[in-house]
């Protein structure tokens, strides 16, 4: 049997094959990606909130909370943040949900001017992934992925932070 070299077809599959295993190593894009569809109309909270019981914590809130209000005229997001007390809500401005890519884009004004913001006015884009099961985005003007878990079964306290 005569070797056959792999044709553009073949190098085409395996590298789409590749792509989908590389992103299966990542849990926070995995999740995202395909991950189940958002509903359309809704309200959703995405949260990684938990309380420093530590000695030094004295039961401060610590974490993020992005709340998204679908409504048939439009979206909407609450943000909340900790750190060493609960500080918000701020209701962002310029939401921008892709329904192909599963996208979100917004911005939120620091209103205590205590976060480290983008530009001089205060003002912080956020953007990420976002699925039915949770939203992967970038905060408080890192490059670093923060990981926002939807909450389900509301109310219910947050957990000790670890």
Request: proline share 7%; with cysteine; glycine share 14%.
């Amino acid at each position: 049997m005569r070797w056959k070299p792999i044709s553009r077809r073949g190098r085409r599959t395996d590298a789409i094959l590749a792509l989908f295993v590389a992103l299966g190593l990542s849990p926070f894009v995995n999740a995202a990606v395909f991950g189940k569809e958002l509903p359309r109309y809704g309200v959703f909270v995405f949260s990684n909130e938990c309380v420093d019981n530590s000695k030094n914590g004295g039961g401060d809130v610590e974490g993020d909370r992005i709340t998204l209000l679908r409504f048939p005229s439009g979206d909407m997001v609450i943000y909340e943040y900790g750190n060493g007390g609960a500080m918000g809500p701020i209701l962002a401005q310029s939401v921008k949900l892709g329904e192909k890519d599963s996208s979100i884009k917004f911005k939120v004004r620091d209103e205590w001017g205590s976060g480290p913001t983008v530009d001089g006015q205060g003002i912080e884009p956020i953007e990420g992934k976002i699925s039915a099961d949770n939203l992967v985005v970038t905060l408080h003007g890192g490059a670093e992925k923060v990981l926002l878990p939807r909450m389900q079964g509301l109310p219910k306290p947050p957990g000790d932070c670890k």
